[in-house]
């Protein structure tokens, strides 16, 4: 498999005239080309975990997630990398045709073990898992040590050139990381891509070693997690056409939808200085029927 790349990491900036009006200048930090499965965020959040679980000395990495999970893939190909088993513990019951995600999972080894979404939800391990050697990761690897590995990803960029830095949400992993790495002059927004995310703030404040200050979106969601309308593919494919920037239609679509949007808001002041986390996700897209995305 292709070793991880972070000297692909590139800062696009992006000339809208909705940008150029408002005297806004808008990047973003293409961490979607470090990898072509373990891209984006995921190597930064998962990064610690596996090397605990090599200090530990544990043989066998098991993590959670559902049918398109970005972090079952991206465990998967990294659990294969570094020499260790893997499972997932995949939330609902085994459909008659397993998802790409799950297809790709299972040829870097991982072992599969569907589960009732109550079960899930409260992270209970099957049976059928155990053993002395386990380590489990957490899904979307939330937690300290996922944090504090987002926390690198701002080393990637000219870090003390922006104002704002603007990011995707599921678990809040990244976004704690993204908060404990820049400073109180600096402020950052993120773009929950789940319908009624309720606990969100509260997650991400307990990953915080500081009190600082953030701001989350929740009207986003386009219908919820992994959910879209005609109007995200439409505003995606224009995006692409743009600046030939692959989005996926989970996370990265909608936080760029979200931004011009609040742009056109004025929420971000004159002058500001924008940077957006490109965290990778693409192959999700790979669910939508063919011809959808013009990429």
Sequence with gaps: ??????????????ND?????KNIEVAILRLDKI???ISGNKWFKLQLYIEEAKRLQKKTIVTYGGAWSNHIIAAAAACKDNDFNSIGIIRGEKPAK???TLFYAQGFGMILFYTSRDDFKNKKVPEAVTGEDLYVIPEGGYGMLGANGAATIL?????KYFSHFCCAVGTGTMMAGLIQSTSKDQ????ISVMKNNN???IKIKSLLQAEKQFRLFHEYHFGGYAKYTPELITFMNNFYKQTNIPLDFVYTGKLIFAVFDLVQQNFFPPKSKLLLIHSGGLQGNASLEKGTLIY
Excluded: Y
Aim: with cysteine; net charge negative; proline share 5%.
């Design 1 to 14: 498999m292709r070793e991880l790349s972070f000297q692909n990491i590139t800062t696009d900036f992006i």
């Design 17 to 21: 005239p909705v940008f150029i009006e």
């Design 35 to 37: 990898h072509p499965v």
């Design 98 to 100: 397993i998802s790409t």
């Design 155 to 159: 080393n990637h960029c000219e870090k």
């Design 187 to 190: 402020q950052v927004t993120g």
């Design 199 to 201: 606990e969100l703030e």
